[in-house]
């Protein structure tokens, strides 16, 4: 925890000198992670007035005998006309609580969780990159790129992490990673484009969350809401060690991959980028060997997804001149790598 304390300290720091709309807000990521450590606050006991005596307790209602559940909804009440028995209700009961759970994630719970998770990602990846110009500039076309995404609604935030292997990262609620390694790798503005268009593909698409919904701790939780966080910090803790271990170790399933790769091709070409440079970099990765980048370990392999995003690009022939931007990026990133 201490670690996480000093890390996030830090990024506090480095990236308050970046102007507002350039910069991530770990307080808020910091003030997450915090209130998942504190155990949940009990409730006081009511006070009585000195002058007005304790009510004496109820006497207890007897229950009768063998009186069916009654859960207030249509199963209830077929039990109570005879018209499901016991078995057939509890079948019922069980598939019902198989629906509830995979309610959809709202969005002050994603965030929460994103938050969480992006704290993870610094503790785990060398922590944040102190340059404000590269910080701007990965932000900005990082902001371009998510106002054409399918969810240009909600706020994103993008951070570079300080490691020499290329990596990239994304949490729920719209927090985005690169590493400086990759930035180093990368030719052009084109091919950043492509690399944040995939990330923010995942949050887009809501990757993160539909594996958090099928998580086997979540199973009889009806919904993840930030009350049932608060109750049980001990599972939604699990909750978020299970998702880190899948998007950091084994990775997420294979067409969630393909399908970023797809809608960041996409995203990049709506901009008015050249839709080829997530494409071009995946071959450049290929290339380097790094077995240690996550892009080995937890993707496709580099030539599945290459082979697929070539047929991709046959529908985007008539943006085959749409500009790379080599020289601005060049001119952005010189000095800061």
């Known amino acids: 925890m201490k670690k996480i304390h000093y890390l996030l300290a830090s990024a506090v720091l480095v990236l308050a000198f970046s102007a507002p709309s350039y910069s991530i807000s770990l307080g808020d990521i910091f003030k997450e992670v915090e209130k998942q450590t504190q155990p949940p606050k009990a409730e006081p006991p009511a006070q009585l007035s000195p002058k007005t005596p304790a009510p004496p307790p109820a006497p207890s209602p007897q229950a009768p005998a063998e009186q069916p559940a009654q859960d207030g909804g249509l199963i209830g009440l077929g039990e109570s006309l005879g018209v499901l028995d016991k078995k057939t209700s509890k079948i019922l009961r069980q598939t019902t609580q198989a629906v509830q759970a995979l309610q959809p994630i709202g969005y002050e719970e994603e965030k929460t969780i994103g938050g969480a998770l992006a704290a993870q990602v610094f503790a785990k990846f060398g922590g944040p990159y102190n340059n404000p110009q590269l910080q701007k500039y990965v932000t900005t076309v990082g902001q371009s790129v998510a106002q054409f995404s399918d969810r240009p609604d909600i706020p994103y935030h993008f951070a570079i992490v300080n490691t020499d292997v290329p990596n990239a990262f994304a949490a729920p609620g719209g927090y985005v990673f690169v590493s400086l390694g990759l930035l180093r790798l990368a030719q052009n503005e084109a091919q950043l484009a492509g690399i944040l268009g995939h990330e923010i593909a995942h949050v887009g698409k809501k990757h993160a969350l539909q594996t958090i919904q099928r998580s086997k701790t979540l199973q009889g939780v009806s919904a993840l809401t930030l009350s049932v966080m608060d109750k049980d910090p001990a599972m939604f803790n699990k909750v ?98």
């Open 240 to 337: 978020i060690d299970e998702v880190s271990d899948i998007l950091f170790t084994h990775g997420l399933d294979k067409e969630m991959e393909f399908e970023a790769d797809q809608f960041g091709t996409e995203y990049a070409y709506r901009v008015g980028y050249y839709p080829g440079g997530l494409n071009d970099f995946i071959r450049i990765l290929a290339g380097t060997g790094s077995q240690q980048s996550i892009f080995f370990s937890t993707h496709p392999s580099p030539r599945d997804r290459y082979a697929r995003l070539k047929v991709l690009l046959e529908k985007y022939q008539s943006a085959a001149l749409n500009p790379v931007l080599t020289n601005l990026y060049k001119t952005e990133t010189k000095g800061t790598l």
